[in-house]
């Protein structure tokens, strides 16, 4: 089946710093979802791409679309201590929008 | 608040007794999904619903879950005979089923504590 390669597993940094993250797959998606998620709540949806090479920005969050459509990254700028949490990419393929996640960025900030 | 919204959030139970859920989606979205998400994973696709009708099953969902959403709008997920294993957070989620930015969004989760 698909599945999905999230690195790093975990980052620590300091409040101010950039941070990137990347999803990798072993098959295309024709969809790239970003999630983060904390503690004991469910996902909360970030950025959305729907196109390959797509590049979309959410504040201070920016998120592309793959040309092969096989990967995804995230870009966190400007790092701030509310940004802890775990961030989850998730590809789509075909038009039942079942949802492959990977096993999550663990981000901790530094104040 | 109009997002997607589960009852109860956190649920103990001891093994053998059986457990539901319920998610209300997002009034307009006829689609609604439910995944299984256990410690230091991502989220796994149970089953989903388009309306009324449950359109695919995981095999993850064994013979001992069901999920219903008998007018299209709620979903409740049973789990029978609850195990051990069953322990996890239940999300569910909800999008429309056509068109560009019908994105999947989610519930926060029915935490399952089986002891």
């Known amino acids: 089946g698909q599945q999905l390669n999230q690195s790093p597993q975990s980052m620590f940094i300091q409040e101010g710093e950039d941070v990137s993250m990347n999803c990798t797959s072993s098959?295309?998606?024709?969809?790239w979802l970003w999630y983060k998620q904390e503690p004991g709540e469910g996902p909360v949806l970030l950025i959305a791409?729907?196109?390959?090479?797509e590049l979309t920005s959410n504040g201070r969050l920016t998120a592309q679309f793959g040309i092969t459509r096989k990967d995804s990254f995230l870009n966190i700028s400007a790092s701030i201590p509310s940004d802890v949490g775990i961030y989850f990419c998730?590809?789509?393929?075909?038009?039942?929008?079942?949802?492959?996640f990977g096993k999550g960025t663990l981000l901790t900030v530094n104040p | 608040d109009t997002g997607v919204s589960q009852d109860p959030r956190h649920k103990i139970t001891k093994r053998g007794q059986n457990v539901t859920f319920r998610c209300d989606p997002i009034?307009?979205?006829?689609?609604l999904y439910w995944y299984r998400q256990t410690l230091g994973q991502g989220p796994e696709f149970l089953t989903y619903?388009?309306?009324?009708?449950?359109?695919?099953k995981s095999r993850l969902l064994s013979d001992r879950f069901s999920a219903e959403r008998p007018k299209g709008s709620f979903s409740t997920l049973e789990i029978q005979r609850t195990e051990q294993g069953d322990s996890a957070m239940y999300l569910c989620?909800?999008?429309?089923?056509?068109?560009?930015?019908?994105?999947?969004?989610f519930g926060e989760g029915s935490w399952l504590t089986v002891v």
């Open positions: 989620a909800s999008s429309l089923s056509s068109g560009v930015g019908n994105t999947i969004y």
């Open positions: 098959s295309i998606f024709n969809t």
């Open positions: 791409l729907y196109k390959a090479g």
């Open positions: 998730a590809g789509v393929l075909g038009s039942n929008y079942k949802l492959t």
């Open positions: 009034s307009e979205h006829n689609r």
């Open positions: 619903f388009q309306n009324e009708a449950q359109l695919e």
